[in-house]
Nanobody
Framework: QLQLVESGGGLVEPGGSLRLSCRASGLASDYYTIGWFRQAPGKEREFVAA????????NYANFVKGRFTISRDNAKKMVFLQMSSLKPEDTAVYSC???????????????WGQGTQVTVSL
């Protein structure tokens, strides 16, 4: 069965960097979009970044442009989110999700990982 597992979260100081990983398993092909989303306590889940099946299309939320980079390695069935210049407001649970088509809407993603906590604090 299809499974997504995130890793790489943790505690980092403001201005620091983290690299999140999302490993996919149970997939027969690479024709899917992976999105990263985040949810802070008391807030709605929000879109962070997405990458198409061939890495030809990427999209970022405005609040991470220039700071986060999404990439994927189809041979390893992994997607990465390199996060730099982290701010306290980036603190959230970050989850990767899979969509069979291109979208940045939460509702389009049917498969979700369990999430990894990112905390940005002194």
């Amino acid at each position: 069965q299809l499974q997504l597992v995130e890793s790489g979260g943790g505690l980092v100081e403001p201005g620091g960097s983290l690299r999140l990983s999302c490993r996919a398993s149970g997939l027969a092909s690479d024709y899917y979009t992976i999105g990263w989303f985040r949810q802070a306590p008391g807030k709605e889940r929000e879109f962070v970044a997405a990458i198409s099946y061939n890495s030809g299309t990427v999209n970022y939320a405005n609040f991470v442009k220039g700071r986060f980079t999404i990439s994927r390695d189809n041979a390893k069935k992994m997607v990465f989110l390199q996060m730099s210049s982290l701010k306290p407001e980036d603190t959230a649970v970050y989850s990767c999700a899979l969509s069979t088509g291109w979208s940045t809407r939460t509702s389009a993603y049917k498969y979700w990982g369990q999430g990894t906590q990112v905390t940005v604090s002194l």
